[in-house]
């Protein structure tokens, strides 16, 4: 079933897939170990999509993702093919899981769960058995979602019609906002603000995002913040190394220029160069806006430019990768900036698109747990700093933020560290839009708003085009690495569902 057969003779069903970041990787291998010929086409010179990475003066920066959360579905990924985690990278746990700088004060936040009840309690009388009721609703949350929820492929509301669902739906406060329901259990802002950050990279406002997100708040807590030694591109390598091993073909530096279209049934591709590829398949795990409007006719476009316009995007990012060449004080693996006014940015991000007037950001510092990602006694750092999509990009403008960042990032630590940059390269809008062809150079996707989740994201399928499936952070199940990582399997499942009809 899994072939095809013309005039007596015998071919694999051969499927392309375009692009080679955690979603299209995922599907590659699923569909290989199901028996499909699969090619892999990526533009860049390395594999990995937005989670690549690049070595300058003897420090390695990823690109892209740098919180490793939800380590269970790394583990199920690689025991759908026998393989564990450990047999290609080693993790660690974060203790302190991350660092927050408030206006007033620094706190590690510790892995340890009684340890960090004990910090709320010191907030807030009465904070550590709250957050005990409130871990328990978000575990059931987790749970349900990701055994039940994550997994479908969004294609129609029957999906959930499913007894476990419909008995759990008030259970998951899919109808309450993130904000009013954190604020039931909780009133003091640091407790908040903390609950509250996951959302920030969601892409919408506590106001905005359903309470169901509390899940992350369990993946979080309960679960963990991790790191690869080596890096996030670890997993990238691991999943590579697989997919080869599975006999999937990567090519790389092949820029998909169109996906030709027969008669409503997909028939191949061409790459830069007019080089045509013939195809039975093809996954666009390219970003879905570009993949619509760039590489298919418009007759077989599933959705109008104004459906586009009218999608609330996850944010962007003006991301600066930094060398030191000094050993800094006071600074953990994970670090974030939250003494400034969190609901200003946020506004300023979703609500009245422009660079912010007193923004928040993250410093991810890898080299504070592993040596291996920056020369002996150098800093490896990242600094982020979420931004509105589709706004103004320019190097004036990034010159001046990152002068704002580090004015008061070295005033919080007390050190300088300007003057021991020996590597700087700024990362933004107009980057994302070149690199990845990202819609209006979007980091993170969609927003994951009620009327942006399930069935109501782009699908995975075109009606309108035989044999052509989505995979990524624009489709189910949404932005964030372990979603990438579901994604592909959920497509390469309904590539293979369809062809056993």
């Known amino acids: 079933m899994l072939i095809k057969t013309i005039e007596q003779e015998v071919f694999m069903i051969k499927v392309g897939i375009i692009g080679s970041g955690f979603s299209s990787l995922s599907s590659a291998c699923y569909l290989a170990q199901s028996g499909y010929e699969v090619h892999i086409f990526e533009q860049h010179t390395n594999v990995g999509g937005r989670a690549r990475k690049f070595t300058e003066h003897g420090f390695t920066f990823d690109m892209g993702p740098s919180w490793y959360w939800m380590p269970g579905v790394f583990e199920n990924f690689f025991a759908d093919f026998g393989k564990k985690v450990s047999d290609y990278y080693t993790l660690q746990r974060l203790d302190p899981s991350y660092q927050v700088f408030f206006k007033d004060s620094i706190v590690d936040i510790p892995a340890d769960l009684n340890a960090l009840k004990e910090l709320f309690e010191s907030w807030e009388p009465g904070s550590a058995k709250a957050l005990d009721t409130f871990l328990v609703e978000a575990a059931f949350k987790y749970k349900l979602g990701m ?118 049934k997909v028939e191949g591709i061409s790459l830069e160069g007019n080089k045509k590829i013939s195809l039975d398949k093809v996954v666009a795990g390219a970003d879905y806006h570009f993949v619509e409007t760039k590489l298919l006719e418009k007759k077989y476009r599933k959705y109008s430019d104004s459906y586009w316009e009218s999608r609330q995007m996850a944010p962007s990012s003006l991301i600066f990768y930094l060398g030191i060449n000094k050993k800094l004080e006071r600074v953990q693996h994970h670090s974030l900036f939250f003494d400034e006014e969190f609901d200003l940015h946020a506004q300023e991000i979703y609500t009245d698109p422009k660079w912010p007037s007193k923004p928040l950001f993250y410093v991810c510092t890898p080299s504070v747990t592993d040596n291996t990602v920056a020369p002996e006694g150098c800093e490896n750092m990242f600094i982020l700093m979420p ?47 070149s690199d990845y062809n990202a819609f209006k150079g979007n980091a993170y996707g969609l927003a994951n708003t009620l009327k942006q989740t399930a069935v109501l994201k782009p699908s995975i399928l075109n009606k309108k085009v035989s044999g052509l499936f989505y995979t990524g952070q624009l489709t189910v199940p949404g932005p964030g690495v372990p979603p990438a990582i579901i994604s592909g399997k959920i497509v390469a499942q309904e590539l293979i569902n369809k062809d056993l009809v």
């Open 147 to 264: 055994e039940k929820i994550v997994l479908k492929p969004g294609k129609s509301i029957t999906e959930f019609f499913d007894s476990e669902i419909i008995l759990g739906a008030l259970k998951m406060h899919i109808f309450s906002s993130f904000d009013s329901y954190t604020k039931k259990f909780f009133k003091d802002d640091r407790i908040l603000k903390l609950l509250e950050f996951p959302i920030l990279f969601l892409g919408a406002t506590a106001q905005t995002t359903p309470a169901l997100y509390s899940l992350m708040n369990y993946a979080d807590i309960k679960l963990g913040t991790w790191y690869p030694q080596g890096g996030m591109h670890k997993i990238v390598e691991s999943m590579e190394k697989l997919a080869r091993e599975l006999g999937v073909h990567i090519h790389l530096n092949s820029k998909v220029e169109k996906i030709h279209v027969v008669d409503g």
């Open 387 to 433: 931004l509105a999509t589709g706004i103004e990009d320019n190097e004036v403008l990034r010159e001046k933020y990152y002068s704002i960042i580090m004015d008061r990032l070295e005033n919080r630590i007390g050190q300088n560290i300007r003057d021991h940059v020996v590597f700087k390269k700024s990362y933004a809008i107009k980057d994302f839009k």
